[in-house]
């Protein structure tokens, strides 16, 4: 348990409970004294509510203030039972000598004479000092645990979300060096094939860098930016293979499609990289096809490719399992994300909730 509670509500809840207390033995009071026609309120009045409610008062400070922080909250479960009750037995002891004093300074002709044959083993007075000596005791710890165990709660989803957006960096931090790192590989076979082409590619991926270095530390961002982002990365990759051996499609919603509507950055950049690595081959005509659309509160992602051979490994890498990793901390299971191959073609599926925002471009 934590030592350290927000206790402002709490207090709130001790504070109404002890007025209703306080406010339903006045009224008894009153009624009595009504019925007999005598003043409600008076001096008289005031001394007993404090006479009668101060012992239990003091008795849920001390469990309040001392006990239940010092022992319970520490797990010290037996020396707080045992002092909680010794605590008890004391205030019922200083409740016992006051009943009995306050009856034997009464006149004989006035003193409560016992039935002669009911003797209860405590007279009632005593016996309900003890019951409600209990019951502020037991009201007191239930309010405090359930106060304790909320807080708790709290530091938990504090601690969850601390732990899930570290691991979301930590993950995002291992996709931007692969993908650079595929990035220079296209960039550096180019340049024995044609070097203009390779200056053309530098300049296209010192935009992407931009992006991924700026743009992409934002935990979420314009779909439309998004899409520009992918745009540019298929013209880097449509200058890298000849056109008559691989054919490139994309499909992408239109700006008053995508207003508003914000996603996390670089989720689907490992699916089209991989589209490139694993379903491109020189020696036969390849294809790779794009597409990005809305559909209600959802963006869905689909990537389909050739396929290379049947044993095609592109499915496990390292930047799916973190894409895989990130879907799973960003959604829970509110993402879909479908994976299949067949002799020819490997195609990718991916629905998410789509986050609506205010336009920044507007």
């Known amino acids: 348990m934590s030592k350290?509670?927000?206790?402002?509500?709490?207090?709130?809840?001790?504070?109404?409970?002890?007025?209703?207390?306080?406010?339903?033995?006045?009224l008894s009071i009153m009624r009595n004294r009504a019925q007999m026609?005598?003043?409600?309120?008076d001096q008289t009045v005031v001394i007993a509510v404090l006479s009668t409610m101060l012992p239990f008062f003091g008795l849920f400070l001390i469990n309040n203030l001392?006990?239940?922080?010092?022992?319970?909250?520490?797990?010290?479960?037996?020396?707080?039972?045992?002092?909680?009750?010794?605590?008890?037995?004391?205030?019922?002891?200083?409740?016992?000598?006051?009943?009995?004093?306050?009856?034997?300074?009464?006149?004989?002709?006035?003193?409560?004479?016992p039935h002669p044959h009911m003797r209860p083993l405590l007279p009632m007075p005593l016996f309900l000092d003890f019951t409600y000596a209990l019951v502020v005791v037991g009201c007191n710890l239930a309010i405090a645990l359930m106060f304790q165990r909320f807080d708790d709660k709290l530091d938990?989803?504090?601690?969850?979300?601390?732990?899930?957006?570290?691991?979301?960096?930590?993950?995002?931090?291992?996709?931007n060096p692969h993908f650079y790192m595929n990035m220079l590989n296209n960039i550096h076979g180019m340049?024995?094939?044609?070097?203009?082409?390779?200056?053309?590619?530098?300049?296209?991926?010192?935009?992407?860098?931009?992006?991924?270095?700026?743009d992409s530390s934002r935990p979420i961002i314009p779909l439309s930016d998004e899409v520009v982002f992918l745009q540019n990365y298929l013209r880097l990759m449509r200058q890298r293979f000849p056109e008559d051996c691989l054919s490139i499609s994309s499909q992408f919603p239109?700006?008053?499609?995508?207003?508003?509507?914000?996603?996390?950055?670089?989720?689907?950049?490992?699916?089209?990289?991989?589209?490139?690595?694993?379903?491109?081959?020189?020696?036969?005509?390849?294809?790779?096809?794009?597409?990005?659309?809305?559909?209600?509160?959802?963006?869905?992602?689909?990537c389909m490719n050739s396929a290379q051979s049947?044993?095609?490994?592109?499915?496990?890498?390292?930047?799916?399992?973190?894409?895989?990793e990130r879907l799973k901390l960003l959604y829970g299971s509110n993402a879909n994300l479908s994976i299949?191959?067949?002799?020819s073609v490997y195609t990718v599926h991916l629905t998410i909730p789509a986050h609506e925002t205010q336009d920044p471009h507007n």
């Open 4 to 26: 350290s509670r927000n206790r402002k509500t709490e207090t709130m809840v001790y504070a109404g409970l002890w007025a209703l207390a306080i406010g339903i033995y006045m």
């Open 37 to 41: 026609s005598q003043p409600l309120i």
């Open 66 to 113: 001392i006990l239940i922080p010092s022992l319970l909250l520490r797990n010290r479960l037996l020396p707080y039972f045992l002092s909680t009750a010794v605590l008890v037995i004391v205030l019922w002891g200083y409740q016992y000598f006051s009943f009995v004093h306050k009856i034997a300074s009464l006149p004989p002709e006035v003193r409560p004479v």
């Open 156 to 175: 938990r989803e504090s601690l969850m979300k601390a732990n899930a957006e570290t691991q979301l960096t930590y993950l995002k931090a291992q996709i």
């Open 191 to 214: 340049i024995e094939i044609n070097p203009e082409k390779a200056q053309g590619m530098v300049i296209d991926m010192s935009q992407l860098m931009r992006y991924t270095l700026y």
């Open 254 to 302: 239109s700006e008053t499609e995508m207003r508003g509507i914000s996603i996390p950055p670089l989720l689907f950049l490992v699916f089209i990289e991989n589209a490139f690595k694993h379903g491109v081959s020189y020696r036969k005509n390849s294809f790779v096809s794009i597409s990005v659309d809305i559909t209600g509160h959802a963006v869905r992602f689909s």
């Open 310 to 324: 049947p044993d095609d490994k592109s499915g496990k890498g390292i930047g799916l399992a973190n894409v895989r």
């Open 340 to 343: 299949s191959q067949t002799e």
